[in-house]
Each structure stands twice: as C-alpha cells, then as structure tokens.
C-alpha cells in the first residue's frame, strides 16, 4: 500500500500541464439539509502548477506509511479553508468529516471529497460563506426535511458559480426527533 503511495506522489510531482494550460481550483459544494443535520459535500481539485506541487510538497515530507493520511489531510484542510458555515451569525462546529482522496483523470492533479455533518435541531438562517467565490459552486437539497422556506430560498438544485455567501432560512424540526437520534447516536 505504501508503495503505491509512493509511487503516485512521485507520478504527481512529476506531472506538468500539457501544452502550457493551467487549470484553476474547483470547489463544488452541495448543502443538504436533513431533518437534524445539514451536510455539506464539498469537492475540491486544487489548481495546476504551484498549488498542486505545495499541496504534494507537504505530503512529500512525510514518512512512506503516513503519506496517505497526509494527502487526505491536507486536502481535507484545503477544500474547507474558505469555508465558514453559521446560524443566525454564530459558527457551527461540525460533528462528523470524512475524506476521501483520487486522481483526476489522467493522474495530473490529486482530488478530494469531503462530507461534513453539522448537527441542527433549531431554525435559523443558515449560512455558507466562502472567501475564494472565483473557486466555488454551490447548490443545495432539502432532503424531505421540509426545512427550508422555499419563498426565500434559491432554486433547489441548481448550480450557482462565483457565490460569496449562500443562505437558506430553515424551520425548526418537527417533532423532537432530533433529540431521539442524537441521544441514540451518542450511546454507539
């Protein structure tokens, strides 16, 4: 495994652009609201040249058996750097992340999808804020939460580029399901 590693960073430092085009970062990103929780799903390929070769210079430095946890690491911190995701103008702290590192075709540039799970049991004005809008695309689910009022609210499902800040105003639960879950999910 650690080979393969190894193998792939070395293939990655070595790849150039062809023909001299460079490629900005993409970030995509999803917000998906659940009765409880809303998730971001973020996807992040850096740009070519300079970003990708710190990004690989990082991992490069670090021992043969961590260079994968290295990657997801550090790609993980990337994708979610410009990133600040509040309630009614308060930070929320995510609850759970999770990465999972590729190649892009043709092996030219590392990519990473990160899911990140953030717990909401009240209503509020949600928002997405991103430092680097050149870089992002946003859209968003409401996954039959029935959270998002809709009058207010973007077109569900579509794509929008270049986007600062992105808000959704959610309901509060219905129920106390939310209670229920969170209190079985700290007992595992």
Known sequence: MTRCVAIAVAALL?????WGHTFPPVRTVVVQVESCEVVL?????????????AILA????QPKSQML?????????????PFT????????????VRAKIGLESGGARPMVVVLVTYAMATKGSLSVTSRDPRSTQI??????????????????????????????????P???SC??????????
């Open 14 to 18: 070595a790849a150039t652009p062809a």
């Open 41 to 53: 799903l973020v996807g992040y390929r850096p740009g070519t040249g300079e970003p990708t070769e």
């Open 58 to 61: 990082r991992v490069a430095s």
């Open 69 to 81: 946890d290295a990657l997801r690491g550090v790609m993980t911190a990337y994708a979610m750097a």
């Open 85 to 96: 995701v509040n309630l009614d103008g308060k930070p929320l702290v995510p609850t759970t």
């Open 139 to 172: 859209s968003w689910q409401d996954r039959g939460a029935s959270r998002v009022d809709l009058h207010d609210a973007p077109a569900q499902g579509k794509r929008f580029n270049g986007v600062a800040s992105f808000l959704l105003s959610l309901s509060a």
């Open 174 to 176: 219905t129920g106390d």
């Open 179 to 188: 209670a229920t879950s969170q209190a079985s999910e700290s007992s595992r």
